[in-house]
């Protein structure tokens, strides 16, 4: 039963890996193939043997890839059309969801019930943003807003998020804007409440949130008792994630699998003391059946709370399989209990594979079951001492069990934190040495005593004004708790090595380091367990790939409309702008340009140019300063400004200087030193631009320079601004890259670094046209993702566009690149 169950999962995994879907002709023959092959291996079945159990694991896989496939063609289905992007469209609908409150406004998730005009296909859920929106919206409200609105289509790097996946795995397939200025239509509020269940759950979870809000508004750590009572993470600080993920504790700080199986547990055990407590009561049903139904009531009632999202959706599923074999008195080995449980997770959500949380909640339980040799640990095996008979109990029995259950306690912490070790590396990119500690304090003190008192807290809020002071008691223990672990986990993080980073790891690695975990956490009396440590050795110390000598590498990363670069060499790095920052909490070089750094196993930027301070190129430096050493800093930002405050080495560029970064060669050709002293200078006439050359191979980096200076460079260095690779200036604007610019440059390629759907209408048409006229290859992030070129030593050139060459059947990419719509559109919004 195991094998097919696995064989299941692993297909509907590898249908998420795949560039395109199969045509609903071929699900259907899929589906065929794998009822045939069902019908097989029953009458197999009798017989046994190797070919049966092939034919079961052959079936299961068809009806895994065909299921999933369509399943992802029914949610692809429901899409807004490249041509009603941009365009004014009125909907009528619901809040579906709790709405998140920015500095700019509000967002939330929206349920379209009515569209005009009706020829305007809109799907059934989208995200609209409510830029400087009131504050009382609220959910299971009905509205009508004229919006405007674009089909799904997120940042697309290697090591980043996949915000399309996300937006697929939700449901919500567009998003985009109310539009509240003259003529347009108003928004209007057409009903206060709309009884309907999802809905009316989250204006209950809105109230909650309030009355939260309202007790804990000075508390440093209130934001994290808010998202452990109702998983709204909205108000955790970034600062404080990274300190959560730098000491392995991220996954309490949320609600999580633990925490729902923690009170599932804890209702369980209740519910079994009450109903032991009855004799009538016992004659209706076994305490056991008891325990497996209050336990998912528990969970489903914690879930509904969260929200009711995937992971919690997911983790419900996962605990409703184990209380079902419960109930059915089926005894099941760990592996069929692990297997059954992923294939009905998939089963309800077939993208759930893609998550980390997926890998992560399986991969801990099955470290867990190996720990007890492969079996379910029985409530049993390690007993409290109230469980006793009266006549053992005291002081001795007391410290007896209390041992045993550290000693558990211990091993399986162990477990967990070196079985999940291949997993980190992967999804993560680094291994917390202090995790082990961390997790033997946090793990205890969260669970068993911040989260059931934000828990009672919650619930004491929700019985009226009056029991407002009670409850402020109970969260501000739960707090002042969570401070003092915070406290803790920030001085473990000061100590030498508390965390190291590592290059993403090639995948046979991963896989040979998977099998090290099986050898190392096998039972008792397997023979040489310590040398499954050993292959988990090439994960960790194989080295990552980097440009050989002679050739640079250069990386234009996706940040929407900003700019930002990665220059590599066999010897330094250099980073050109960081992006732009997203909201006071968010910003390019966090989300895009440190993770990217960290997979590449750079852990120090030689340079970094910061060109001008427009928020678009400097919004994440001093996120990408603050996560790596930055040796020195190029800008012709003002030194005494805040973004600089803690940069180390700070110099300002002037056309003219020359600098080396080990074999990289540096020249900047703007601003001139006068410029500095134009008090109506510009920010993007002072842009620093720099020449980078190695050998035979020059890209030049030009910030948002505007024509004027484009021709003051083609004045002061003509023919010496040849270059093979250019980056368009100021993302393709019609305000620059001039005729005389280009005919001087004569690049090969042009990198355009613009948003989808720009609202600046970048890049401009014409521009795309000059440059196609001089024999220019245009490679742009909006539709290509984020683009390397590899220059080798030799003069050959490898050009990596991640969402072409790494394409995934969910992103947007229309199959005729003339259906791309024209970015001068009529979009007047930041997206």
């Keep these: 039963m195991v094998f097919p169950l696995v064989a299941f999962v692993a297909a509907i995994a590898l249908l998420q890996q795949a560039p395109s879907l199969p045509t609903r002709e071929a699900v259907l023959g899929i589906a065929v193939a794998a009822l045939a092959l069902a019908v097989c291996a029953a009458m197999l079945r009798r017989a046994g043997g190797l070919i049966g159990r092939t034919t079961a694991c052959a079936a299961a896989a068809l009806l895994g890839f065909g299921y999933a496939a369509s399943m992802a063609h029914v949610r692809l289905s429901d899409e807004l059309g490249f041509s009603d992007e941009g365009r004014d469209v009125q909907v009528t609908g619901i809040v579906a969801a709790l709405p998140t409150h920015t500095e700019r406004g509000v967002r939330f998730a929206f349920q379209v019930e009515r569209v005009e005009p009706a020829k305007v296909h809109v799907p059934r859920l989208i995200t609209l943003a409510w830029y400087q929106g009131p504050d009382d919206v609220r959910a299971a409200q009905r509205w009508r807003f004229t919006v405007r609105l674009r089909r799904p289509h997120g940042t697309f790097n290697p090591a980043g998020f996949d915000s399309e996946l996300w937006m697929l795995e939700q449901g919500t397939r567009a998003n985009g804007y109310v539009r509240d200025g003259t003529g347009s239509g108003q928004p209007l509020c057409l009903q206060q409440t709309v009884w309907q269940f999802n809905p009316m759950i989250d204006r209950l979870r809105d109230a909650l949130r309030q009355r939260l809000q309202q007790v804990l508004q000075d508390r440093r750590y209130g934001g994290v008792i808010v998202a452990l009572v109702m998983g709204d993470q909205g108000l955790i600080a970034q600062s404080d994630w990274t300190l959560f993920n730098r000491t392995g504790i991220s996954h309490l700080v949320s609600i999580s699998v633990l925490h729902i199986t923690m009170i599932a547990g804890l209702v369980a055990l209740a519910a079994g003391a009450c109903w032991r407590r009855a004799p009538g009561l016992l004659a209706l049903a076994p305490v056991q059946t008891v325990r497996a139904l209050a336990g998912a009531s528990g969970a489903l009632a914690y879930c509904l709370l969260a929200g009711w999202g995937v992971p919690a959706q997911r983790t419900f599923v996962m605990l409703a399989t184990v209380a079902v074999a419960l109930l059915l008195r089926v005894h099941l080995s760990a592996a069929t209990v692990l297997s059954a449980a992923a294939a009905l997770v998939c089963v309800w959500d077939p993208w759930a594979v893609m998550a980390a949380g997926f890998w992560l909640s399986f991969g801990a339980v099955a470290c867990i079951f190996l720990v007890f040799g492969g079996r379910i640990p029985a409530s049993s095996e390690v007993r409290h001492p109230a469980s006793r008979p009266a006549q053992r109990r005291g002081l001795h029995a007391w410290r007896s069990s209390l041992g045993a259950l550290l000693r558990e306690a211990s091993r399986v912490q162990a477990a967990v934190t070196v079985g999940l070790v291949p997993l980190t590396l992967v999804l993560f990119q680094q291994v917390s040495l202090i995790s082990p500690l961390a997790n033997a304090v946090a793990i205890p003190l969260v669970s068993y005593l911040v989260t059931p008192l934000a828990l009672l807290g919650a619930l004491i809020c929700c019985l009226g ?192 200087q020359r600098a080396a970064l080990g074999p990289l060669q540096l020249t900047v050709l703007n601003p001139v030193a006068a410029q500095y002293e134009r008090p109506r200078a510009t920010t993007n006439s002072k842009s620093c631009v720099i020449l980078a050359q190695l050998g035979a191979t020059r890209a030049l980096l030009t910030g948002d320079v505007p024509a004027r200076e484009e021709a003051g460079m083609v004045g002061s260095f003509g023919p010496d601004l040849g270059a093979q690779l250019l980056v368009a200036p100021h993302h393709g604007s019609r305000t620059s890259s001039s005729e005389i610019f280009i005919r001087a440059v004569h690049p090969h390629w042009v990198s355009v670094q613009a948003g989808y759907r720009s609202r600046f209408g970048h890049p401009h048409p014409d521009v795309l046209a000059r440059y196609q006229q001089h024999g220019a290859l245009v490679v742009r992030t909006d539709w290509g993702g984020a683009s390397q070129w590899r220059f080798d030593a030799d003069g050959s050139v490898r050009l990596e566009q991640w969402r072409l060459d790494h394409a995934r059947y969910w992103l947007n990419q229309p199959a005729d690149r003339a259906e791309r719509p024209d970015p001068s559109s009529e979009d007047d919004r930041p997206d």
């Design 465 to 656: 004004e009056s029991m407002l002071p009670v409850a402020q008691v109970l969260l501000t223990a739960a707090a002042a708790l969570f401070e003092q672990l915070a406290s803790l986990l920030n001085a473990l993080v000061q100590l030498p090595h508390a965390w190291i980073s590592f290059a993403a790891p090639p995948a046979w690695t991963v896989a040979v380091a998977c099998m090290g975990i099986l050898w190392l956490l096998a039972p008792a009396g397997w023979p040489l367990r310590w040398v499954g440590a050993a292959w988990l050795m090439p994960a960790l110390v194989w080295p990552p790939e980097r440009p050989g000598p002679g050739a640079l590498w250069v990386t234009a990363l996706d940040v929407g409309q900003g700019m930002a670069l990665v220059l590599e060499t066999t010897e330094d790095t250099l980073v050109f702008d960081t992006g732009p920052r997203v909201s006071q909490d968010a910003d390019s070089g966090a989300r895009v340009i440190v993770p990217y750094l960290r997979s590449r196993g750079i852990g120090r930027v030689g340079l970094l140019v910061v060109s001008h301070l427009d928020s678009d190129h400097s919004g994440g430096a001093q996120s990408l300063m603050a996560a790596l050493p930055v040796a020195r800093v190029l800008t012709s930002i003002d030194r005494e400004d805040p973004l600089l405050r803690s940069a180390p080495d700070v110099q300002r560029c002037e056309a003219g």
